[in-house]
């Protein structure tokens, strides 16, 4: 095929093309750093950690559940978009984005107002927290808004736009919520609306940024429909739902078995850790649209070369951020303000976790945009099973220390098995090539005797 034939003629061009843009998306993900936490930080400066710990809670909670309202519509959408452009099929693109938004519109608005139903119950009776009621109806009006700025990105990332999809998934609404935070006093519920504001004029951007980036429509002389995309949707909202179960259920159990402090110790600890998720989120972004056009393609040598530099960079980004953490990590909680050490212990545990997804960076995307959504939606039910079972072990006796171990248990599961799949089906893996790779260059560099 001319793509493989294109590929072994120039893989240095290649190789060099995308890690320049990987550093670019990169470098423009990094700018989650003053925004995304420097939201933490005025959350964790201007509260009590009581008070930290009651927002985290809140937040773990409707974080969950805008998961639920879209399902993995945003993945699906963009393997969609770039699978129809590589295609050469633009007529395609705008009738899947427009699907995809009145299916993430409605399921959004109905999650929602599930919640604010629900609220005063589960803080009630759940959480044993009924201050936390109110909050929750907050928290519900923020998924509407959310959802709809990642199909905006999704969408975007489809269609190439890495650096301005990555601006509205991810560091936007923070910066914004930083501006309005710096000027005015702030509790837990005007927190809350702040982060609303926020995320509605995120959404906002998106969709007009999107809009405008979207291809004409070339008329056909067949009608061509959308595949079943849904059907991959399901399988990439198992692969958010693992991560947001990661990331949000944690702080949920503990609410249950601890108190707010603790909940604020855990939460702040897990932030700092996913200074790496940063980087990890940030490559494979700039991966998922290319395993997209290699398997519309089938070219099987650019879904093995694509991974073996998106684990390597990642890898290389990676080093100095958990060396540093793990030598100091009580230097880094001391920037949230007093009564962070604690957590120190937390965050070594987390930091181990997470240095195995690094490890196989991209690869739950590989399965997915190369069609192995099958796979992926049984591995990502697995994880979950695994995190509820652990934390339900570990948590009530051990507190926040019982919670981390669970999360890291269950990230070194995963990455272990999304590693084997990626082996199974496409007969590589892509640490162990990258590692081939170096000791060859190694070996070749070496003098002669």
């Not at 923020?142 to 990332?157: D, E, F, R």
């Not at 989120?281 to 093995?304: N, T, V, Y």
């Not at 690869?363 to 979950?384: D, H, Q, T, Y």
């Amino acid at each position: 095929m001319p793509m493989a034939t294109e590929t072994a003629l120039h893989p240095p061009k290649r190789s060099a093309g995308f890690v320049v843009r990987s550093l670019f998306t990169t470098g423009t993900r990094l700018l989650d750093l003053p925004s995304r936490y420097g939201l933490h930080l005025l959350v964790a400066k201007k509260l009590a950690v009581a008070d930290v710990g009651a927002f985290y809670i809140v937040f773990s909670v409707m974080t969950l559940a805008a998961g639920f309202g879209r399902i993995g519509i945003d993945r699906a959408l963009t393997r969609e978009v770039a699978a129809a452009l590589g295609r050469d099929q633009p007529e395609l693109v705008r009738k899947a984005v427009r699907r995809a938004f009145l299916v993430t519109a409605g399921q959004s608005l109905s999650i929602a107002v599930l919640l604010a139903l629900a609220a005063i119950p589960i803080a009630n009776d759940v959480l044993k927290k009924p201050g936390l009621g109110l909050m929750l109806i907050l928290g519900a009006l923020t998924i509407v808004p959310q959802n709809l700025s990642t199909t905006a990105a999704g969408a975007l990332a489809g269609m190439g736009r890495i650096a301005t999809s990555q601006m509205i998934y991810s560091w936007l609404w923070p910066a914004l919520f930083c501006v309005g935070a710096l000027v005015m006093p702030l509790t837990v519920p005007r927190v809350l609306w702040l982060i609303f504001a926020s995320l509605l004029i995120d959404a906002a951007v998106g969709i007009v940024l999107m809009w405008r980036a979207l291809p004409e429509s070339v008329p056909s002389a067949k009608t061509l429909a959308l595949p079943p995309y849904f059907r991959v949707a399901v399988s990439f909202f198992s692969l958010e739902l693992t991560q947001l179960a990661i990331a949000s259920l944690p702080a949920f159990v503990l609410g249950i078995f601890a108190s707010e402090v603790q909940v604020g110790r855990y939460a702040l600890a897990w932030r700092i850790v996913l200074i790496l998720n940063i980087l990890v989120s940030a490559i494979a972004a700039m991966a998922s649209p290319q395993f997209a056009r290699a398997s519309a393609q089938e070219d099987h040598a650019a879904l093995a070369r694509v991974g073996k530099q998106a684990v390597g960079l990642t890898a290389a980004l990676s080093c100095v951020p958990i060396v540093l953490l793990a030598v100091a990590p009580t230097f880094f909680l001391g920037f949230f303000g007093r009564g962070y050490d604690a957590a120190a212990p937390v965050l070594r545990i987390l930091l181990a976790g997470q240095t195995t997804l690094v490890l196989c960076a991209a690869m739950p995307e590989l399965l997915g945009m190369s069609g192995r959504a099958r796979s992926l939606f049984k591995i990502n039910v697995a994880c979950v099973v695994v995190l509820t079972a652990l934390l339900a072990a570990f948590t009530p006796h051990f507190k926040d220390v019982g919670a981390a171990t669970a999360v890291a248990v269950t990230m070194a599961f995963n990455a272990i098995a999304v590693t084997v799949a990626v082996r199974r089906y496409l007969g590589f893996i892509p640490v162990l090539s990258l590692a081939g790779t170096l000791g060859g260059s190694v070996r070749s560099s070496a003098p002669n005797p």
